[in-house]
């Protein structure tokens, strides 16, 4: 079983992906923000980090430059409720920052699941 | 001088009336003779009387005088005897007093022969005795002279008969020559009609002077003269006589005594001396008055030139003062020299004062001395000059600015020049003022004018010109009221007036016209100007466009509406798309649940669209609220369109036709490309709702030049140039009251589940921040058209000939370069260097999105320049390099990649057509190898 971790700063979010992913049969770890990331990470269980960009104690942004280059095995999709303006676009930042897959919120959970399957070799 | 005169004449006048007077008193006294008073006297007395002077005469008045008849009036008063007097020669009396014609004879000499014929007075009234008189020139005779000579004698006369005698008794003869009277024998004495006349010696005594003559020692006894009446007649008249002249002579204090003294001896010396001072006193008299008037003349000349010379004194103190307290410095100047100067001129020179004199003038001024002598010399010749120089004040201690006027005086024959130097310091300083104060009104961009009372304009300043058109001399003269613009509330102009009139200052705004016609808005302040009494005498105007002003006003009140919206919908898009997230992810998990009744899942469905449209509002809005952060760049609008022309010709369903018009020119605006892209994308899918049922859209470009007309309508900025851009569609139309609310955010015509209301207020938006304008013409049933007029960037516009547009396939083979390349921000910032340096490029995300172009349109790029790898595909740039050079042999290909080109085809095609570039490469590199593979 493939295990995933959730960072998301929004816990309804963490919980409905949560269900939902738990239900097509990953093994789901949630946490709401991403201080301790590098620690869970080095435990050396997790096939696949999903993280929001736009938190409040460390930016997911922060999050992909810090395991560039360190955990470059554990790919990472970022998910942003943000949207692009002003010349910046959280997503476009996050897949030149090392994210394997992009989605904006509110997210289409097949899309969503695709993604997932692909980024992790199983389609 | 006229007061000396004047004195002079009064001085002369009375001296004058003096001497008159002296002269009439003298007359007062025979006059007081002549007006003997006859008193009535009951006895007549005729008296004969002949003229023997004093004793008896007629006097100047014609009336009888002597000094027998003075006392024979006397005698007649005392005993009441009325007197008639007779006058003859001596023989006519004597024949008249025998003859009875008169009673008596006023004086008659004691003669014995006489005796028988007349009765003499018995008191005598003086010794009678003949002279001999001689003229004046003549010799004094004794009697042995006389031999020969005429003798002018009286007839019948006492003194004459006695003379004869003496002259027979001492034998000697002469030649008597007879005259009537003692007048007649002087005459003809002192006529040299004889050579000397006898007479009685009282009348020689009284009258040789006044024929100039002398007596001569020559005299002899005659007789005493008597009052005499005819012989034996009247003798109580006689005896009257006697009786009077007795007592008179007894008494010496008595009237006799005083005659006699009065014509014997007083009467005869006052006489002869009156006669002899009259004119010594009349001169006497004369230069007592001379003597007078010269003194009162020395007086008054003295006082005059007193008065003068103190009127003088003042005068040389009061000009003296008013040249030392002249502000400014006085020189005479002679021959260059200084020879008079004032207090002040010390200042300039550290030499004593005293030694300024024969200083040479133009020495004072050292480094000026040149100037100072031609000065000088031109004072001389033309009678004036005047220079400016500075000159050293050692009293200030600074260089001072002088006007040095000079003026030329003669004065004695001689000529000088008189200077006057002024210190022009605080000119020179009100001057500089003026000139700073003239340059602010003379360089301000506000506009400034100057009317006068009457309301006509008196000057305005470069700033007023410009900005009207109007040059100043058509603006000078004419009523300020021509300038305005007759479409709005004249009565502004009566209060502005009414303001001024009463000294106030006036604030206001209104709108001015062009010479060209166009009006602009302006804030104007309206100032009197007020002299020294409080009166108005001008009127200042300062004016400011406000047009622009009013225009960005507009602007902002229109997106204010929409400013508020978007800064809303960016500030909660992140937390409205994290909420929704949940909502969406639950109603997906509960859709694909297989438990689920069908009747549930219908519903879930709908949460699930209404969740995406919330995204896609979201989404808009968001695009709409960041519109102002993005970066600005200048690009050619034609350009632009010919490179989106394939993405619109996407988003159009089959039915549509795509038309494009453009204009030939250089179309450079200056903004964000994704801006126009969202503009272009907007107005399509309008017009694609607006035409369910096919049709065409119509797209073309148009430059505005500064003076078209086109503008008018879109109130823009003056002096720029503009570019039209026109979207017209052949859909149902807009209602006309429709028209004014499609720009507002969410209204929309069209169901709610398709569009959110918000393409057309993006496309307001964005034009407005191109400082664009939009209208929209509309006919329902008929289509609509939106007309965009952008700026055109004029720092830009160079000349580039555009593509030939007639067909719109070839448009698209004409791009030069294809740029093909999967990531975005390469893409991006490649193809707009590549556009920005000239070039006309087209772009595509994958080599697949490539060769299907190519395909479609049957067209090849000049230049092909393609990545290496493409995500997603194996359609990798080789295989699409082979395929280019299949449409066309004459393709040229660059490679970019950053892996080695090891890996490169084997094709030869590819290779002698293929140029390789290795990442990272720079634009300057990338034009490098654009220019060797197209020889540009």
Redesign the interface.
């Known amino acids: 079983m493939k295990r995933i971790l959730i960072i998301d700063d929004?816990s309804?979010?963490c919980?409905?992906?949560s269900?939902?992913l738990s239900?097509k049969g990953y093994a789901v770890e949630t946490r709401n923000n991403a201080v301790d990331i590098e620690s869970v990470l080095e435990d050396g269980n997790i096939d696949l980090l999903i993280n929001d960009i736009?938190m409040p104690d460390k930016d997911g942004l922060e999050v992909l430059m810090e395991l560039k280059g360190r955990f470059d095995s554990v790919p990472i999709i970022s998910i942003?409720?943000?949207?692009?303006?002003?010349?910046y676009d959280p997503l476009?930042a996050a897949r030149?920052l090392g994210a394997a897959k992009t989605f904006?919120?509110?997210?289409?959970?097949?899309e969503l699941l695709d993604g997932i399957r692909e980024v992790l070799g199983e389609k | 001088m006229r007061h000396i005169l004047s004195c002079f004449l009064v001085v002369i006048f009375f001296g004058v009336c003096a001497v008159s007077a002296e002269v009439n008193s003298e007359k007062g006294v025979s006059e007081t003779v002549v007006n003997y008073d006859y008193n009535d006297s009951s006895i007549k007395v005729r008296v004969g009387f002949f003229n023997m002077p004093p004793i008896s005469f007629i006097n100047e008045n014609g009336l009888p005088d002597g000094l027998n008849i003075d006392l024979l009036n006397h005698i007649a008063e005392e005993n009441s005897w009325e007197l008639e007097y007779v006058f003859g020669n001596f023989l006519e009396c004597f024949n008249r007093l025998q003859s009875g014609e008169i009673d008596l004879i006023a004086a008659l000499a004691y003669r014995p022969e006489r005796k028988g014929l007349v009765s003499f007075s018995r008191e005598s009234v003086f010794v009678l005795h003949g002279q001999l008189y001689v003229r004046a020139d003549g010799v004094l005779w004794g009697v042995e002279d006389l031999q020969g000579r005429k003798i002018g004698i009286v007839k019948g006369d006492v003194a004459g008969t006695h003379f004869k005698q003496m002259l027979s008794e001492s034998n000697v003869s002469c030649e008597f020559v007879e005259f009537d009277d003692y007048e007649s024998t002087f005459s003809a004495v002192a006529s040299m009609e004889v050579d000397a006349g006898v007479v009685i010696h009282t009348y020689g005594l009284n009258k040789a002077d006044d024929f100039n003559l002398i007596e001569t020692h020559i005299n002899f006894i005659s007789s005493t003269a008597c009052f005499a009446t005819k012989f034996g007649d009247d003798l109580n008249l006689l005896s009257e006589i006697d009786e009077q002249l007795l007592f008179w002579k007894h008494h010496s204090d008595s009237f006799y005594f005083d005659m006699v003294e009065k014509w014997l001896i007083k009467s005869h010396h006052k006489h002869h001396n009156l006669a002899f001072l009259k004119p010594l006193i009349f001169c006497f008299v004369v230069l007592l008055a001379l003597a007078a008037i010269g003194f009162v003349l020395v007086i008054v000349l003295r006082h005059m030139v007193k008065v003068r010379t103190h009127e003088l004194e003042r005068q040389f103190k009061i000009k003296k003062a008013i040249i030392d307290g002249f502000p400014g410095y006085f020189a005479s100047i002679k021959n260059g020299s200084i020879v008079l100067w004032n207090d002040c001129f010390c200042d300039f020179s550290k030499v004593d004062p005293k030694d300024f004199k024969d200083t040479e003038f133009k020495d004072l001024f050292s480094e000026n001395s040149d100037e100072i002598a031609d000065f000088i010399n031109t004072c001389l010749e033309n009678g004036q000059a005047s220079i400016d120089v500075e000159l050293f004040n050692h009293s200030l201690g600074r260089r001072v600015p002088l006007l040095v006027s000079g003026k030329r005086v003669e004065i004695d024959g001689e000529a000088y020049v008189i200077s006057v130097s002024i210190d022009i310091t605080r000119q020179r300083k009100i001057e500089e003022i003026l000139h700073r104060l003239s340059t602010i009104v003379y360089v301000a961009d506000e506009l400034i004018t100057i009317v006068g009372k009457d309301r006509k304009i008196i000057y305005v300043n470069p700033a007023f010109e410009k900005k009207t058109g109007f040059s100043s001399e058509e603006l000078v003269g004419q009523f300020a009221e021509k300038f305005r613009n007759r479409d709005q509330d004249m009565s502004i102009f009566s209060d502005i007036w009414e303001t001024l009139e009463s000294g106030k200052i006036i604030k206001c705004c209104h709108k001015n016209i062009k010479k060209n016609g166009m009006n602009y808005i302006v804030e104007a302040t309206y100032s009197p100007v007020l002299d020294m009494k409080g009166n108005v005498e001008y009127y200042v105007t300062v004016q400011r466009d406000i047009s622009e002003q009013i225009l960005a006003d507009q602007k902002l009140k229109e997106s204010q509406k929409l400013e508020s919206v978007s800064v809303v919908a960016?500030g909660v898009?992140?937390?409205?798309?994290?909420?929704?997230?949940?909502?969406?992810?639950?109603s997906?998990?509960l859709m694909?649940d297989a438990d689920l009744p069908d009747r549930f899942k219908v519903l879930i469905k709908k949460i699930n669209s209404a969740?995406l449209l919330s995204?896609d509002l979201?989404?808009s809005l968001?695009?709409f609220?960041?519109l102002s952060?993005?970066?600005m760049e200048s690009f050619d609008l034609n350009d632009f369109i010919l490179n989106n022309d394939k993405m619109m010709r996407k988003l159009c369903p089959s039915n549509l036709k795509v038309e494009l018009s453009l204009e030939k020119v250089p179309m450079p605006i200056l903004g964000d490309q994704s801006d126009i892209e969202q503009v272009l994308t907007n107005l399509l899918m309008n017009a694609k709702d607006a035409m369910p049922n096919g049709g065409t859209i119509s797209l073309s470009t148009k430059l505005l030049k500064s003076d078209d007309l086109e503008k008018t309508r879109h109130y823009l900025k003056e002096g720029f140039d503009y570019i039209q851009l026109s979207f017209r569609d052949t859909g149902c139309g807009i209602e006309k009251e429709n028209l004014e609310l499609i720009f507002d955010p969410f209204y929309t015509t069209k169901q709610f589940d398709r569009v959110i209301g918000m393409g057309l207020p993006t496309v307001h938006r964005i034009v407005h921040k191109f400082d664009g304008s939009i209208s929209v013409d509309s006919v329902v049933g008929e289509g609509t058209c939106f007309n965009i007029v952008l700026p055109l960037d004029r720092s830009m516009v160079v000349e580039k000939t555009v593509v030939e547009q007639s067909d719109e396939k070839k448009c698209n083979c004409d791009q030069e370069i294809w740029f093909v390349e999967d990531d975005?921000?390469i893409r991006e910032m490649m193809t707009n260097a590549l556009i920005k340096n000239g070039f006309s490029v087209c772009s595509f995300e994958s080599a697949k999105d490539c060769s299907e172009f190519s395909l479609a349109n049957r067209s090849a790029p000049k230049l092909l320049i393609t990545d290496m790898e493409f995500k997603e595909s194996d359609f990798n740039g080789y295989m699409l390099a082979e395929f280019m050079l299949q449409q066309s042999a004459e393709c040229k290909v660059i490679f970019i990649s950053g892996y080695d080109r090891g890996a490169m085809s084997e094709n030869e095609l590819v290779k002698s057509n293929a140029l390789f570039l290795k990442k990272p490469f720079g634009i300057s590199g990338l034009l490098s190898a654009i220019s060797a593979q197209l020889n540009v």
């Open positions: 929004d309804a979010i919980e409905m992906l269900y939902f239900s736009l942003s409720g943000g949207l692009p303006g002003n010349g476009r030149h904006g919120k509110p997210i289409d959970l097949n | 960016g898009a992140h937390e409205l798309n994290n909420m929704l997230t949940p909502i969406m992810g639950y997906q998990i694909d969740t995204r979201i989404a968001v695009k609220s960041r952060g993005s970066e975005d921000l």
